[in-house]
């Protein structure tokens, strides 16, 4: 079975920058686009970003826009989320997911991103 | 943005009902409509996709609905493991929304 499995997260000030990583042990994460979906606690979801499965195209929520950064290094099949200058109502749990157009299959389990002073 | 709403929320309901959510979206969506389920600590599930399409591995008692903006999900006999929080989402167009959520509780 496809998993996806985050890392990164953590406990972060206001304003600081923390980066995300998402693998798929045995899925060659190349052939797929790939998001960044959150979840603030006891909150819906939210659509953060999305990357082509080459990187050509990305396209971000208008709440991260020049905050957050995707990329990804098919090399390494590792998919990245760049956070700047966060902010504590960017505190959530942060999945990766794959593509799987129409929908989004499969889920990592997520990591937990916490921004407080 | 597109923005999603879902109805009703919560919902609350028996062992073996047959239980109905809503899904509208602000504009015309075709069928590029998905439908999740998240149990409380797990990630979210796609269960159905294309408004229609089950995937893979969900139970044939789910079944989706609809087209243009009104969608819906249908839980034909409710199992104890149904109980969770559904969220319809949107993949017609940048960005992607999800609806609210609708937790389905035990009545």
């Known amino acids: 079975q496809v998993q996806l499995v985050e890392s990164g997260g953590g406990v972060v000030q206001p304003g600081k920058s923390l980066r995300l990583s998402c693998v798929a042990p045995g899925l060659t994460l190349s052939n797929y686009a790939l998001h960044w979906v959150r979840q603030a606690p006891g909150k819906g979801l939210e659509w953060v970003s999305f990357?082509?499965?080459?990187?050509?195209?990305?396209y971000c929520a208008d709440s991260v826009k020049g905050r957050f950064s995707i990329s990804r290094d098919n090399t390494e099949n590792t998919l990245y989320l760049q956070m700047d200058s966060l902010r504590p109502e960017d505190t959530a749990i942060y999945y990766c997911?794959?593509?799987?157009?129409?929908?989004?299959?499969?889920w990592g389990q997520g990591t937990l991103v916490t921004v407080s002073s | 943005d597109i923005q999603m709403t879902q109805s009703p929320s919560p919902l609350s309901a028996s062992i073996g009902d047959r239980v109905t959510i809503t899904c509208r979206a602000s504009?015309?969506?075709?069928?590029?409509l998905n439908w999740y389920q998240q149990k409380a600590g797990k990630a979210p599930n796609l269960l159905i996709y294309?408004?229609?399409y089950l995937q893979s591995g969900a139970p044939s008692r789910f079944s989706g609905s609809g087209s243009g903006t009104d969608f819906t999900l249908t839980i034909s006999s409710l199992q104890p493991e149904d109980f969770a929080t559904y969220f319809c989402?949107?993949?017609?167009?940048?960005?992607?929304?999800f609806g609210q959520g609708t937790k389905l509780e035990i009545q």
């Open positions: 990357i082509s499965y080459d990187g050509s195209t990305k």
């Open positions: 989402q949107q993949s017609y167009s940048f960005p992607y929304t």
């Open positions: 504009q015309s969506i075709s069928t590029y």
């Open positions: 294309g408004a229609s």
């Open positions: 997911v794959r593509d799987s157009t129409p929908g989004f299959h499969p």
